[in-house]
């Protein structure tokens, strides 16, 4: 079992549309990330979070660390979101500190 | 203010070789980490330099190395290629306010890197 998971993995939108993309992880940690990677392969820190809510114009992420579960919300989908969303964590006390969930990747549809 | 370059930006070896790649992070952060990205395995973190030390490391054979510099530029070095290495690597710079933080700041990307080895 993988440490982090996302779902789903692929989310095809119409443009408009609220969307929801979730990770959970199975061990503790001390920041959770949301990454943004375009084609081409840039990638945007999008959100750092250790507990609560953050929000940036359109894009919301939230985390609950007693469940082990963070989600990215984006509001009034456009086709620019369309990317891969990545979620990472710092791991504590652990070999390998930095853990990558596999990516979500979002196609918004005009 | 600029930020996060990666030289070269594409680069092809053959198995065997060895291969040093190049970060220059935004000015003022003092924190490199390296990363490497394939399609199979996804993202995968392979160390952390902070103030010319390496902070954190992940499982990655003794291949790779990296070192980083008085003016925090940082080289990764992958000696005797094989076709595995094949991959996007990318680096990422964060302010290194606190020693020890490493991935609890805000990470800054770099365009990567892209190796073929053939």
């Known amino acids: 079992k993988n440490e982090v998971e996302q779902s789903p993995q692929n989310l095809t939108a119409q443009e408009g549309e609220f969307i929801t993309i979730n990770c959970s992880y199975s061990?503790?940690?001390?920041?959770l990330h949301w990454l943004q990677q375009h084609p081409g392969g840039g990638i945007v820190s999008l959100f750092m979070l250790s507990s609560g809510k953050k929000k940036h114009g359109r894009l919301i992420a939230t985390i609950n660390i007693q469940e082990k579960h963070s989600s990215l919300h984006i509001t009034a989908s456009h086709p620019r979101d369309s990317a891969v969303y990545i979620c990472a964590v710092r791991i504590d006390n652990y070999g390998q500190n930095f853990v990558f969930g596999p990516g979500t990747r979002l196609s918004v549809l005009p | 203010k600029a930020g996060v370059t990666q030289t070269p930006r594409y680069l092809i070896k053959t198995r065997g070789q060895q291969v040093t790649l190049s970060c220059s992070p935004i000015s003022g952060h003092r924190s490199v980490s390296w990363y490497q990205q394939t399609p199979g395995q996804g993202l995968q973190f392979l160390f952390e330099?902070?103030?010319?030390?390496?902070?954190n490391k992940g499982n990655f054979p003794g291949r790779f190395s990296g070192r980083q510099f008085s003016n925090s530029r940082s080289e990764m070095n992958v000696s005797t290629l094989e076709l595995g290495d094949s991959a996007l690597y990318l680096c990422?710079?964060?302010?290194?306010?606190?020693?020890?933080?490493?991935?609890?700041?805000?990470?800054?990307f770099g365009p990567g890197t892209r190796l073929l080895v053939l």
């Open positions: 990422a710079s964060s302010l290194g306010l606190v020693a020890g933080v490493g991935f609890g700041e805000t990470q800054y």
């Open positions: 330099y902070f103030s010319e030390t390496q902070r």
């Open positions: 061990v503790g940690i001390s920041a």
